[in-house]
């Protein structure tokens, strides 16, 4: 009767033995003790000529991007003194060269932290001084974002010739308990954190693994961004196994003609994409999906309506649906579905990981019951770089291995009977849009040292199209400039934490605790700021047609001539929508490109009649040819017709 009800174990033997053991029979045979260099150098004398990387014409063979990479890494080391143990920066567009300076990096002993170009200048500063950066690996058109640094930079375009003629010998040999990397996330404090992965969770994820057979014929497409950690999973995956890892320009991913010629022309069969794509490319391009054979998805709950319908229009497609954050080394959790479904859980856990879903004092909850997904085993990060205080909360000890560790997700789950996992959303505030995750409080930050703003609250709305946004609720004394808080916002956090909405308000709503009452803030449509602009309602047909067009996309009811795009919650895959419904409304195609420079209506509204103007300009009458010649396509389709009569 004295024994707190928080330590009764309530569970039978048989229950516990299911939890613990049945549910996290996961363990597998794999190169635990050996790193990513011992394991690409063996894949190197498997298949030295067979293509390793593929970029636009350039290919090169797992001997080439061994020896290239050797000679890069020969070079950090005597001209640079890049030693084991030191933290490398690499900031380079998609290439080959990318690829080539994250292995050189691994093969000194060095770990990598990528930087995307487009982190706004003070993310980038403070990741290269939180990770204590010592050379930075670039390219030209990137050297002057770095007046700040003191430390070595190389450009490998500049440095080309330097670096062929060095001699690609190496000093020394990783080991499985060496860092591999760094990867920065969202920090609710206001800044981010650095994750510390080492080798063995980058191999655990990719060799003798359940949730996918890599094979040495598969040809993967890679989309993720360089600092979003499905990359692990994208070039280890293929490059350890003796696949071909296919890189491309952002444009290509964000154009979907350029992108479903790339998939045919290089014979792609796999592909990962976050939820929110692989929404819109069911909704507009589904024919993208024909070429591939597997396709993981996931950084967001999967959309059941947009899943069955790929599934009846391609049911040869796999689909995997990938859950994990990038603690645990890019997946934890997955789930195939090869028919339709009426819900998709997230699956069960994947090779040499555990999956416990306890209460809040780290006691096993029973099938079917809610709790926090607690996550162990081989994936896991040593913790948070120059962070022991999150690291010592995040990372607990193992209530059921001696010894051994567990992370804390914040995730909501529970068992079903079958050993699946159903996800039930966030513990704390964190959420994931478009793949990225997010902290809320990383936002509300950087709005509270905006001038006049003296409180604000960040969080997620669904628009009509049920797509997740970001509202920002505002205390402020005067009206603040929402262009003027945008752009401030701009200047210190990536594009996908901009807010969608900005929403004034005299004071927050408050709970019977003193908190505030999230569920109390009043729908950000039609209260939202004004964007310093003077509203012009459409004044042509064109302008009134675009302005439905935006209004569909965006999920605002009132939309007018002077508004930005982007500065009214468009991003690049709406962006993607945008040429795709402008082609369909006024069957002229606009380039990708010219939406990014053309972002106000009524500009873009004249860019369409231009074009509409320019395709009735010079047409001649067709002139009569005695014959027309075939195209390759048409010659095939001719060959197999007359196969099939015979």
Not at 97 to 112: C, D, E, N, P
Not at 276 to 293: A, M, R, S, T
Not at 567 to 572: F, L, R, Y
Request: proline content about 5%.
């Amino acid at each position: 009767p004295l024994t707190p009800l928080k330590q009764l174990n309530y569970l039978s033997e048989e229950e516990q033995h299911q939890l613990l053991v049945t549910f996290n029979q996961t363990a597998t045979d794999y190169p635990r003790e050996r790193s990513v260099v011992d394991l690409f150098e063996e894949q190197v004398s498997k298949t030295p000529h067979k293509p390793a990387v593929v970029f636009e014409q350039q290919t090169l063979s797992y001997q080439q991007l061994d020896l290239l990479s050797s000679q890069l890494a020969a070079y950090l080391h005597q001209q640079y003194q890049v030693q084991p143990g030191d933290s490398i920066a690499i900031m380079t567009d998609r290439s080959d060269s990318m690829i080539i300076a994250v292995l050189a990096v691994l093969k000194t002993g060095a770990a990598y932290v990528p930087i995307e170009s487009d982190f706004p200048a003070s993310r980038k500063e403070y990741i290269i001084r939180d990770a204590a950066i010592k050379t930075i690996i670039t390219q030209t058109d990137y050297i002057f974002d770095f007046g700040f640094f003191t430390g070595s930079i190389v450009a490998m375009d500049v440095q080309a010739d330097l670096i062929a003629a060095t001699d690609p010998v190496l000093r020394y040999r990783p080991s499985a308990s060496d860092l591999a990397y760094i990867m920065y996330t969202s920090g609710s404090t206001g800044t981010p954190k650095g994750v510390l992965i080492e080798h063995r969770s980058v191999v655990r994820l990719v060799k003798n693994t359940s949730y996918i057979d890599f094979r040495h014929s598969q040809t993967l497409l890679s989309t993720g961004a360089f600092a979003f950690d499905a990359t692990t999973f994208e070039y280890w995956g293929m490059l350890l196994n003796g696949g071909c890892l296919v890189v491309c320009s952002k444009d290509v991913l964000l154009d979907h003609h350029k992108l479903a010629e790339l998939l045919i022309e290089k014979q792609v069969d796999t592909m990962w994409f976050t939820a929110g794509w692989f929404n819109q490319l069911v909704d507009n391009h589904i024919e993208l999906f024909l070429p591939l054979k597997t396709v993981l998805a996931g950084g967001d709950k999967l959309s059941v309506p947009h899943v069955n319908a790929l599934l009846e229009k391609y049911p040869h497609l796999s689909i995997i649906n990938g859950y994990g954050p990038t603690e645990n080394t890019t997946f934890s959790i997955t789930y195939r579905i090869n028919q339709q479904l009426t819900s998709i859980p997230i699956g069960k856990p994947i090779s040499n990981t555990q999956v416990y879903i306890l209460d809040d004092h780290h006691a096993l909850v029973p099938v079917g019951v809610a709790g926090e997904i607690c996550l162990a085993g081989d994936g896991l990060a040593r913790g948070y770089l120059n962070n022991p205080g999150l690291t010592a909360e995040k990372f607990v000890a193992n209530p059921f291995v001696p010894g051994a560790r567990m992370y804390k997700t914040g995730d909501l789950g529970r068992w079903r009977p079958d050993g699946n996992i159903e996800f039930l959303g966030r513990k704390d505030e964190q959420v994931k849009i478009r793949g990225y995750r997010i902290e809320p409080g990383e936002i509300e930050s950087c709005l509270k040292t905006f001038a006049g703003i003296t409180d604000a609250v960040v969080v997620v709305k669904n628009n009509k199209a049920a797509e997740k946004l970001l509202a920002a609720y505002l205390v402020a004394t005067g009206q603040p400039d929402m262009m003027a808080i945008r752009e401030h916002l701009a200047s210190q956090l990536p594009s996908y934490m901009l807010p969608d909405h900005y929403v004034q308000l005299e004071a927050f709503p408050l709970n019977a605790n003193g908190k505030v009452d999230k569920k109390q803030l009043p729908d950000p449509e039609g209260i939202s700021l004004a964007g310093g602009v003077e509203y012009i309602p459409p004044r042509n047909k064109t302008e009134e047609l675009l302005v439905n067009i935006w209004q569909d996309i965006l999920g605002k009811e009132r939309v007018g001539v002077n508004d930005n795009f982007f500065d009214i919650g468009g991003h690049s895959l709406r962006a993607t929508r945008l040429v795709s419904q402008i082609h369909k409304t006024f069957e002229v195609k606009i380039d990708l490109r010219d939406l990014f420079i053309t972002t106000v209506l009524e500009d873009q509204a004249a860019l369409i009649d231009s074009a509409q103007k320019a395709a009735f300009v010079g047409i001649t009458p067709a002139q009569a040819l005695p014959d027309y010649p075939l195209s390759s396509a048409q010659r095939r389709l001719w060959v197999l017709s007359q196969l099939q009569e015979s």
